[in-house]
């Protein structure tokens, strides 16, 4: 029987057209008129933050970038939030003394004190953000490059150029002063060199199935961190899905940064491309990926502590479905319960500098935008109880 060899004839479709059809097939759905705003946001320059190096000398690099009227998101965060509610609340309170002409002038001042009392108070305006991890970003819209990072007279570089939205897992991480942290997918190790900013970790462990990434991640340390921290961390190469049976029960801390289609390099790069036809297997294996490494995540947490899952992709089933699943799982095989904490202080904090989907059902999603091309990223915590 004569067999078509297709496969050799038919004209090849590039990788990234693939994932472009594959994206407008399924984020249309799911992110209806939102979806070509960020398909053009994608297919556009994609925005840097600066990461400080608190390790090298930082004075001169702040005042630099101040200059150019870049600002480290992470500290103007709360700071802009207070502005916006104080705004929001005397808004409401401007609504209720008109309303209340009509009743009487007692009502009117408590209501009034009772709405600015709960904006200085609720939430948002406590963010539990690791206050040492410093990034700085341009206003939106502006779409002014970094310099590239320079070495300090140690030869230690002064800033680490990162997706600036790849922070906010981090900063959802919440470290605090001798929290034993494990980092299971860590390579190429943006998000290692952030937790170790910190500067507060009792112990970092970054692991990577990826000999060849973990070769990066060591390079990044030894071009950030001075040998004395670098030799505290715990550099290791073993699969991810195999954690919870090696050191169950033992982190505060766990950030499952897992591998993804990687949406914004998906469309933009033919390299490495996950859509690329040999690696169809592959992609569809990936939620399955994603759920064992968080599972193993969830298992090498100790009772109380709490795990930030990340991905850099738009799609539901490898973010809210892959929690759902892991969710169910961990109460109906192990007995564990677990919470999904609630991030929606982190739209209000970061509002100014990233664009949020609101219609998230489980954790936080940071949409690319023209205005503020970061992302995606999606990012959701759990608590083991
Ligand atoms: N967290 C990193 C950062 O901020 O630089 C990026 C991590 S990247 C999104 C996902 C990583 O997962 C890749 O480096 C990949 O090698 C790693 N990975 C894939 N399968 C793994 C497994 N079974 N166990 C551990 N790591 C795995």
Redesign the pocket.
């Known amino acids: 029987r004569y067999k078509e060899k297709w496969a050799a004839t038919a004209p090849r479709i590039p990788p990234t057209r693939l994932a472009l059809h594959h994206f407008d097939v399924n984020y249309s759905l799911q992110l209806k008129d939102l979806w070509p705003s960020v398909r053009a946001s994608l297919l556009c320059e994609q925005k840097y933050g600066a990461l400080l190096n608190n390790f090298s000398a930082v004075d001169h690099v702040t005042q630099e970038l101040e200059l150019l009227n870049a600002t480290d998101f992470v500290s103007q965060a709360p700071k802009k939030a207070l502005r916006w509610q104080r705004g929001a609340a005397a808004e409401e309170a401007g609504r209720g003394e008109s309303r209340s002409q009509e009743g009487s002038g007692e009502g009117r001042t408590a209501m009034q004190a009772e709405t600015m009392t709960r904006a200085e108070t609720s939430p948002p305006l406590r963010p539990s953000i690791s206050s040492n991890i410093k990034c700085y970003t341009f206003p939106r819209g502006d779409v002014t490059r970094f310099r590239p990072a320079r070495p300090d007279a140690l030869g230690l570089l002064d800033y680490y150029l990162m997706d600036a939205a ?1 922070l906010l897992p981090v900063l959802a991480l919440n470290v605090q002063p001798d929290d034993f942290v494990l ?9 290692t060199l952030a937790l170790l900013q910190t500067g507060i970790c009792g112990y970092l462990a970054a ?4 000999i060849s ?1 973990t070769k990066r991640l060591y390079q990044i340390l030894h071009s950030y961190v001075p040998k004395v921290i670098r030799e505290t961390v715990s550099v290791t190469s073993y ?3 195999d954690w919870g049976q090696l050191q169950g029960s033992t982190f505060h801390k766990v950030l499952v ?4 289609t990687t949406d914004r390099h998906s469309v933009m790069e033919e390299e490495n491309n996950i859509f690329h036809r040999r690696r169809t297997k592959e992609r569809q294996m990936l939620p399955m ?1 994603q759920l064992q ?1 968080l599972m193993a995540g969830i298992l090498a947490t100790k009772p109380g502590g709490e795990v930030v899952y990340s991905t ?1 992709s738009l799609s539901p089933l490898q973010n809210e479905y892959v929690i759902e699943r892991a969710v169910e799982i961990a109460e109906t095989e192990f007995n564990i319960s677990i919470h999904v904490e609630d991030l929606s202080h982190f739209r209000t904090l970061f509002q100014d500098t990233f664009s949020f989907f609101v219609d998230c059902r489980l954790g936080e999603l940071v949409l690319p935008h023209l205005t503020a091309n970061f992302g995606p990223m999606y990012f959701c915590k759990l608590r083991r109880m």
């Open positions: 790849s980092d299971l997918c860590a390579a190429p190790g943006g998000k692991n990577d199935v990826s990434r699969d991810g899905r940064d897992v591998p993804c990926l490494l850099c």
